[in-house]
């Protein structure tokens, strides 16, 4: 089945700071990809997805992504940390409608 | 439009007992798919529904079953419940299937 690995369960960075959030995909075929962004005691909001198409992904917020096929990556970016995107980052991998999560990546932000 | 609805918020049962949880998907959207949080496990994939018929299942034990809807509205079921049932459960619904997905706050159930 396909898989997800999110490299570093917690990330801190400065406001201003770039943040970079970075995560490897596994799938026998050709898979969905997304970001999702939870805030305490919330449900899971869609930040970004990559199907078909331009490998460059922009979502909202700021952020973006980007797929490299070659490096079964789809590392989450953003210019410029903002006090309010302190989170829980997840990235995720659908293959015929069966999605699966990475473990998480809790950004910190300091001021 | 309505987001995705989940119900209750909150639940506190008893060991043994057994839960059922309410999910009420985007009007629209046929695809609920249902996952268990946990900080021990992070998000576990449970199963997802398509058009009353459940598509894909996670590595769960029976005790843990749902059922979809005609008006695509969702059930979860867990039986004999173990403290380990303890989690935030989520829904999550699609138009298309598969991913982009969106999700609801979720039912904290607490096993006692």
């Known amino acids: 089945a396909q898989s997800v690995t999110q490299l570093g369960s917690h990330v801190s960075v400065s406001e201003g700071a770039l943040v970079l959030l970075r995560c490897n995909y596994s799938s026998s075929v050709p898979p969905y990809l997304f970001w999702y962004v939870q805030y305490p005691n919330q449900g899971l909001q869609l930040l970004l997805k990559y199907t078909t198409g331009a490998t460059l992904v922009k979502g909202i917020n700021g952020f973006e992504a980007e797929f490299k096929k070659s490096e079964t990556s789809f590392h989450l970016t953003k210019p410029s940390a903002h006090m309010s995107d302190a989170a829980e980052y997840f990235c995720?991998?659908?293959?015929?409608?069966?999605?699966?999560f990475g473990a998480g990546t809790r950004l910190t932000v300091k001021p | 439009k309505a987001g995705v609805t989940q119900t209750p918020r909150y639940l506190i049962k008893t060991r043994g007992q057994q839960v059922t949880l309410s999910c009420s998907p985007i009007s629209g959207h046929r695809s609920v798919s249902w996952y268990q949080q946990t900080p021990g496990q992070g998000l576990q994939f449970l199963f997802e529904?398509?058009?009353?018929?459940?598509?894909n299942k996670g590595n769960f034990p029976g005790r843990f079953s749902g059922r979809q809807f005609s008006n695509s509205r969702s059930e979860m079921n867990v039986s004999t419940l173990e403290l380990g049932d303890s989690a935030l459960y989520l829904c999550a619904s699609s138009s298309e299937g598969n991913g982009g997905y969106t999700f609801g706050s979720g039912t904290r159930l607490t096993v006692v």
């Open positions: 529904y398509f058009s009353e018929t459940q598509r």
């Open positions: 995720a991998v659908s293959v015929n409608n069966d999605m699966r």
